[in-house]
């Protein structure tokens, strides 16, 4: 929720301070993971990091003895500051990714690696020693990750474009490919059928292939899922983020 109240508070900065809103935020947890003392910021800036601190510490004392689960979580958290950094570029800019550039940052600023990732706990204590099977789902993961940032697209899309935001799926094929809107989403649509299909047919292939070593996937399995699902329920019933004021 912090990482999201940040993101939000970035859509309402002019442009040209956005980029260096994420800047010094950046620097900041760096030091803070680091261990290191933060050094100069803003006042408003030091508010958000002392928020942070406090979180890492007491995230710290839930996980002090599971590291690499720690560093994954860290990792990913640092993923997503460095990808809202690159889009708040591109709108300080007032220009936008190529659809390839989007394609490789917005699984991370949609936040759906982050969510994605927090998969991993749900082996707690035994995670450094089923991580082989986290592993295995990497490419589980990555299209679980299209399908939330596609899905989050096609339904935030008329209350971005209504405040000028087209860091968008639909807006960018509008523009890329001159089409209406209309066409556009049912490009992002058949996109989105097409991920999914991917996405069965792996799930299928562990399903069938049931092996009792291969227990730990399809409970990560079980849980991507209903991150993709989650996601989804948010958006549309939970958070007001996309509903019209």
Request: net charge negative; charged share 25%.
């Amino acid at each position: 929720l912090w990482l999201f109240y940040l993101d939000d508070i970035t859509d309402d900065l002019h442009v040209g301070q956005k980029a260096g809103f994420w800047d010094y935020l950046l620097s900041g947890v760096e030091n803070i993971m680091g261990g290191k003392p933060l050094g100069f910021n803003p006042d408003r800036i030091t508010v958000f990091l002392n928020a942070f601190s406090d979180l890492a510490a007491e995230f710290d004392s839930l996980v002090s003895s599971h590291k690499y689960l720690k560093a994954l979580i860290f990792s990913e958290v640092l993923n997503y500051m460095q990808k809202n950094k690159i889009e708040a570029e591109f709108k300080d800019k007032r220009t936008l990714p190529s659809w390839e550039e989007y394609q490789v940052i917005r699984p991370a600023f949609s936040g759906g690696n982050l969510a994605l990732v927090l998969c991993a706990f749900e082996s707690g204590e035994e995670f450094s020693n089923d991580c082989s099977d986290w592993q295995e789902t990497a490419d589980l993961r990555g299209l679980a990750a299209k399908l939330i940032y596609l899905s989050n697209d096609l339904i935030s899309y008329q209350k971005e474009a209504d405040r000028g935001d087209f860091m968008n799926a639909v807006a960018l094929m509008m523009h890329y490919k001159r089409i209406d809107f209309s066409e556009a989403q049912q490009e992002v649509l058949n996109l989105h059928a097409g991920t999914l299909e991917e996405f069965m047919v792996l799930e299928r292939k562990w399903r069938e292939e049931y092996k009792p070593e291969n227990s730990g996937i399809l409970k990560y399995l079980k849980q991507i899922k209903y991150k993709i699902a989650g996601t989804v329920h948010w958006s549309l019933s939970i958070s007001p983020r996309y509903k019209k004021n």
